[in-house]
């Protein structure tokens, strides 16, 4: 994997998710549920070119998927794709529990 391991695989959501544009967009997805460009760009504030554009990078780093009706394609969060976030997440969380088991570990042995 490389000298950064895990981070090496969420650095591309990573960077996906610092733009804050692509974060209302993903946002807007979980909670509205599929929508279309333009069905986006009503709820927003960026133009419909815009909002493919940053729709090209998430789906590009797997976090959101769409399916063609027509004309239109209809997209959605892909929740396989946050995976690699999470994994890395998880690290943290594993890294506190472990901390806090030593923690109590020496407060009871200090008894």
């Avoid at 333009?38 to 780093?61: C, D, M, N, T």
């Avoid at 892909?78 to 030593?102: K, P, T, V």
Wanted: with cysteine; net charge neutral; charged share 20%.
């Amino acid at each position: 994997m490389g000298t950064y391991g895990s981070l090496e695989a969420a650095g591309p959501v990573l960077d996906a998710l610092g733009d804050p544009t692509r974060r209302v967009i993903l946002e807007t997805l979980r909670t509205g549920g599929p929508c279309s460009v333009g069905g986006l760009a009503e709820r927003v504030p960026v133009s419909r070119p815009a909002i493919s554009q940053h729709l090209k990078v998430l789906g590009a780093v797997g976090l959101v998927q769409h399916e063609s009706r027509g004309t239109r394609n209809i997209y959605r969060v892909h929740q396989a794709g946050l995976g690699e976030l999470r994994s890395w997440l998880d690290q943290f969380w594993g890294d506190a529990l472990q901390a806090y088991a030593d923690h109590v570990q020496r407060t009871e042995e200090g008894k």
